[in-house]
């Protein structure tokens, strides 16, 4: 049996209706793939129960809500289609005016007491009355949009990022391809995914809707391109679109052009973290994330890399010295390992950039430390990671995301499954046990190990006080307390609360940690789509399994220490 569908319309102007009723060429498709079993527009049959309903318009009356709850009731899905049934947009302007005013400015002196097509109350969105599946918002929606849900219900998997094209003509506009995201609105479904995730979800407000209908955009104010707007190149717009209307810079030939050229000494430096999230996508049947880390690194060899190298190592380094750098500033000191954090504060926070040394991040550490051990001219770094942001950093030779190293490796056709892992390791081993997992994944993770860092180079013990409190939902104060001394962190997972605590007196934190990542960088802008919370725990759980449990924060924090203090002459 074919999928019922359903467009039902309550106070509205119908014209988002009309966009279906406009699809034209792709109704015969449609019309294969559903049943339309009411469209009061086009149709006179009529009936109730569906698969999916589409409810255009807002309700007002005490007749729309019986009906909308009935509706409701007899659908499995129900979208709320065009601004009026998602927001109630213009209807709800008549909630300022006394009822029998509103009446009077339309219909005179007629009298329409008592009739109940006139009984009027506040009119309401539909999620103001029943729940709501699906929101599309536009004013009017655009045909896409539609069909896209129609498909995405009834043949494909949800939030899959389908790239689709759905056969509509291309609305004629161009590409724009002045970022490190680069956005391409003829497959854009106005969906708004983007729109929210920038705006609510980060505070950043980079990007917004322009203009009407068929005209209507995703873009920057006054068309400025996100670079010299807010845009923070954090990708989370990219990775939350469903169709795959941004993308990222492909670096996938700049990095074979370096392979190729055999003067060059390549040397790729793997952030794990990446390959958590593509794992699924390596040309391999292998399901051991270990073996599949070893089979890559000989696969890179292969293909001409001179050494693989595990980017976590400077992490933990930076961890070592930035817990040496709060020892000496007694100032806030925002953690330095997202990219998109120190060019948020850049932006947004000048005055406060001062405090994030730049310096001790992860990848200037590593940058030093491989220019220290190669002192040759054609050293070519390519970085695999799961943060796009890199891209926009000129010492890389070359970045790849996490989508990107699946493709490098499919234009030589290279199958993991024939390359050795045993006696495989990576290079460049600076002698830190593995157990730390890093990158925002646990909680607080970073921050407790910059206090620790920092406690355990000073006092040389870790028997202070620990205190973990959350101040609200994804926003974590932390303390180290004893006689000697007392170190505070803040941890501010949820950037949308970012501004209420940067507004506070921040001079008492020693250190700040912030990132636009809703699950850091195992969901990042340059990781594959993460369809769901199991999606996330299953990187996690990968990472675990290849890094292994922490047993002694104390031997960990004491083993980097010591390091550290042999290689931070090199960098
Ligand atoms: S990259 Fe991040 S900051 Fe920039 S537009 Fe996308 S979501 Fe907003
Ligand atoms: S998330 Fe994608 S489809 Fe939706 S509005 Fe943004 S660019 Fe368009
Ligand atoms: S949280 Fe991680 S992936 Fe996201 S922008 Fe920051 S460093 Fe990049």
Known sequence: MKPRVAIFDFASCEGCELQIANLEEQVADLVQAVDIVSFREVMKEHSGACDIAFIEGS????????????????????????????????????????????????????????????????????DEVVNVDFYIRGCPVRKEQVLYYVQRFFGMPPQKNLDLRFGINARGMDDDRRSIVNFDPNKCIMCRRCEVVCNEALDVHAIAVAN?????????????????????????????????????????????????????????????????????????????????????????????????????????????????????????????????????????YPQYAKFMHKESSPENIMLKVLRKRHEVENLKIV?????????????????????????????????????????????????????????????????????????LSKFKNLDAALTIGSREDFIHELTFDSELGVFNALVIEDMSKLRKYLGEDIAKYNVIEFYPCFRGCLTGGGQCLTTSEDEVNRRRARLKSYKGEMESPYEFVSQLISVYDKVKGGI
């Not at 509706?71 to 709320?80: D, E, Q, T, Y």
């Open 212 to 348: 009407k209908g068929f005209a209507s955009i995703m873009t920057t104010p006054f068309d400025i391109g996100m670079d010299n707007n807010k845009c923070i190149s954090c990708g989370q717009c990219l990775v939350n679109c469903p169709v795959g209307a941004y993308s990222e810079v492909s670096e996938v030939d700049k990095t074979l052009k370096l392979l190729e050229d055999r003067s060059n000494y390549v040397v790729f430096v793997i952030d794990p973290i990446a390959l958590t999230s593509c794992m699924d996508s390596l040309p391999t049947d292998e399901t051991n994330f270990g073996i599949v880390v070893r089979k890559l690194i000989s696969a890179l060899k292969a293909m001409k890399a001179k050494e693989v190298v595990d980017f976590t190592q400077f992490t933990y380094l930076s961890i070592a010295a930035q817990g040496e750098y709060i020892q000496n500033h007694r100032d806030a000191a925002f953690t330095s390992w997202c990219p998109s954090a120190s060019t948020y504060l850049e932006k947004f």
């Open 383 to 455: 970085f695999v990671t799961p943060c796009i942001v890199h891209k926009s950093n000129g010492a890389f030779d070359a970045v790849l995301t996490s989508r990107e190293l699946p493709r490098l490796l499919a234009t030589k056709e290279m199958r993991l499954d024939f390359h050795p892992h045993l006696g495989v390791t990576f290079d460049c081993d600076l002698g830190m046990i593995q157990k730390f997992v890093s990158g925002g994944v646990s909680d607080y993770t970073y921050s407790l190990m910059i206090l620790k860092a920092a406690y």
């Open 59 to 126: 309700i007002q009356r005490p007749m729309d809500e019986e009906r909308i709850k009935k509706i409701r009731a007899n659908a499995k899905v129900l979208v709320a289609l065009g601004d009026c049934a998602c927001t109630g947009c213009v209807n709800k302007m008549r909630n300022e005016l006394p009822v029998d005013d509103a009446l009077r400015a339309v219909y005179g002196n007629a009298d329409v007491r008592g009739n109940e097509l006139f009984d009027l109350s506040q009119s309401r969105a539909i």
